[in-house]
């Protein structure tokens, strides 16, 4: 069956009734807006997000399942980053009249799945037709108690720089399907399923451990430099102490070049933290509490240090590696 058979009020009514009653939810799918409640003491985040066919993905690499998962799980490492708790999602979706009901129906448990798997309610959207790429909008609204919620702004000459998991698997697969190649499944997963690191962020940010935190959306280069331009800071980062999967360095090896993935691939949706220097072992037992291995990667230094990357032999020279722009490519 076709969308265009089954029709866009079809469609809202089959997802509606996939979602359940959730605690908060006073009013979701099926009114104007949606009425809700937070718990007291708490404050609100929110983040939206938009992923267009031929730009952030392609049918030919992913399937409507794990899009519909990625779409959500993008969202949702964007409140980890801050370190709250996500809680209700919105999904906007455009796409064609001919799309496949069946593809449709994929997407949608996509979406429910991940957001099921992390306590998360769809409460909301919008369909329209497209006239031909697929277009998905998703916002996510999660809460953190006052005063808890980490931004990118408060990191300080001697803090230490951590990061979450490896670097550089999504974008590594990434380049091998441009390449025409198929690339180790891990890899793949890696770019085509994200993992939101809700338990890490929530835990860094209740301790009061991470003075900055940001996600890794465009790459460890570009996104603390996000952090440091926010905080008025420098850094130095060690190239040895990157956090490399076995699958990366298989690759590494034959293709040297591939360490600029490490440090400008987008998409591995891992978290980036700046730490004092004094706490950086309680950080560290935070990883290994919620299974998601911290790694010291370099030091925050005074603004006229600039960005710069230490190799091996103790050469230093300007980092400049970016991470991808929409419209600066």
């Excluded at 980053?81 to 919105?90: E, N, Q, T």
């Excluded at 460890?220 to 999967?245: M, R």
């Amino acid at each position: 069956m076709k969308l265009g058979d089954l029709g866009e009020f079809g469609l809202i009514d089959s997802i509606r009734a996939r979602v359940g009653a959730a605690p908060g939810v006073y009013r979701g799918i099926g009114d104007d807006a949606a009425e809700l409640e937070i718990p007291a003491g708490h404050r609100l985040l929110t983040s939206t997000d938009l992923l267009l066919e031929e730009v952030h993905f392609r049918f030919a690499w992913t399937s409507a399942y794990d899009l519909g998962r990625k779409a959500v799980a993008v969202n949702l490492s964007d409140v980890a980053a801050m370190g709250g708790l996500p809680r209700f999602v919105y999904v906007g979706l455009a796409c064609p009249a001919d799309a496949e009901v069946a593809q449709l129906d994929a997407f949608v448990t996509g979406v429910l799945d991940e957001a099921a798997e992390h306590g998360v309610i769809l409460v909301g959207g919008d369909t329209c037709r497209s006239p031909g790429p697929w277009v998905i909008s998703v916002t996510v609204e999660g809460t953190a108690p006052a005063g808890t919620a980490v931004g990118r702004d408060g990191a300080h000459p001697g803090d230490l720089v951590l990061v979450s998991g490896t670097l550089g698997d999504s974008a590594l697969a990434l380049d091998l399907w441009q390449q025409g190649k198929t690339p180790d499944p891990w890899l793949a997963t890696r770019h085509n399923r994200p993992l939101p690191r809700i338990a890490l962020g929530r835990e860094l940010a209740l301790a009061g451990l991470a003075t900055a935190m940001i996600d890794l959306s465009d790459g460890v280069a570009s996104d603390l430099e996000h952090i440091l331009q926010a905080s008025k800071a420098g850094a130095e980062i060690l190239s040895s102490a990157l956090p490399l999967s076995p699958a990366f360095r298989t690759q590494l090896e034959r293709r040297p070049e591939l360490f600029d993935l490490a440090l400008g691939g987008g998409e591995d949706y891992e978290l980036l933290c700046t730490v004092p220097a004094a706490r950086a072992e309680e950080a560290l037992s935070a990883g290994t509490r919620t299974g998601v291995p911290l790694t010291i990667i370099g030091t925050v230094m005074e603004r006229g240090a600039g960005f710069r990357l230490r190799d091996a032999a103790g050469g230093v020279r300007p980092l400049r590696v970016r991470g991808y722009d929409h419209f600066c490519r």
